[in-house]
């Protein structure tokens, strides 16, 4: 996954642990805007998320930001 998309996921996670806590899940299109303006960034993410490591639809944040530090 290119390191823009990286950068994205980890502010997004950040971000929503700090207004809702630990506990947040989300999914990958918590990433883009609700119109599919970067269809190629979206299926690398879903990619990555479905196929690459089979998460489930919602996905504790922290999980989803620690996966990402850790480069997996």
Known sequence: MRQSLRDKIIQVCDAKIAAKGE???LSFY???ANKNDDPVRLM??????IETHGLDHFV???TIRQMVRDGK
């Open 60 to 62: 504790k944040a922290v």
């Open 23 to 25: 506990g947040v899940g």
């Open 44 to 49: 690398e993410a879903a990619t990555w998320w």
């Open 30 to 32: 918590a990433f883009f």
